[in-house]
């Protein structure tokens, strides 16, 4: 039996299905800029005492992640509100609002330990995926474990044309097929649009999985 007022221990729910469709309009929570290991997305030290309580240690979820726009650590705009606050407590925001959200990432994204918190805190806060220039791999299927969608820019340098304040769309999931190429409709502030081409290594039975 699990008390509902501990603060180390804590029964988890299911994760909300995918609905079918394609995820449109969402924002970027942050564009990481630089090394993110494991232990950027979801410090050790005193939060390991949370580590059986899923919502807990979500609260330090890429709090040591860099953030390109303001080179600042665990400083994000909201969107909705255009204050700055702590990456957690933005995606907390986006959550209640029932909004969506992805994360751009570097090189070698979630490099470090083969911590499963890293994957499952950012879909717990409302994360749909996480689109990087390269990932370490351990970590890349952690996150398919957990139901996100782990993507790579075709072409590298198109890292450099997302914005912070853009607002995202990942189209072809309705089609979503192992070897097959997804895209990023990229809405920017003042009103234009591009595509990017998006890569991603799910086979089958993980497309089953993540559709499941």
Avoid at 68 to 83: D, F, M, P, Q, R
Avoid at 137 to 149: F, M, S, V, W
Wanted: charged share 25%.
């Amino acid at each position: 039996m699990v008390s509902p007022t501990s603060d180390r221990l804590q029964l988890l729910e299911p994760f909300k299905k995918w609905d079918g469709k394609d995820m449109e309009n969402m924002p970027v929570l942050i564009k990481v800029q630089g090394k993110c290991t494991t232990d950027h997305i979801s410090m050790a030290g005193p939060w390991l005492k949370f580590r059986g309580h899923l919502d807990n240690i979500s609260n330090n979820m890429l709090i040591g992640a860099l953030n390109s726009e303001n080179k600042a650590v665990n400083s994000i705009k909201n969107l909705y509100t255009g204050e700055y606050g702590p990456v957690p407590a933005v995606a907390r925001d986006y959550k209640a609002k029932d909004q969506p959200w992805i994360v751009i990432g570097d090189e070698n994204y979630g490099e470090g330990s083969s911590r499963e918190h890293a994957a499952l805190e950012v879909r717990h806060l409302g994360g749909a995926a996480v689109i990087t220039k390269s990932f370490a791999r351990i970590h890349e299927t952690n996150c398919k474990k957990q139901g996100l969608l782990p993507l790579t820019f075709a072409n590298p340098a198109d890292y450099d044309k997302i914005s912070p304040f853009d607002r995202v769309s990942i189209r072809g999931l309705t089609t979503f097929k192992e070897g097959v190429p997804l895209t990023l409709h990229v809405k920017k502030e003042d009103g234009s649009a591009l595509d990017i081409k998006l890569n991603h290594s799910f086979n089958e039975d993980q497309i089953k999985w993540f559709k499941h």
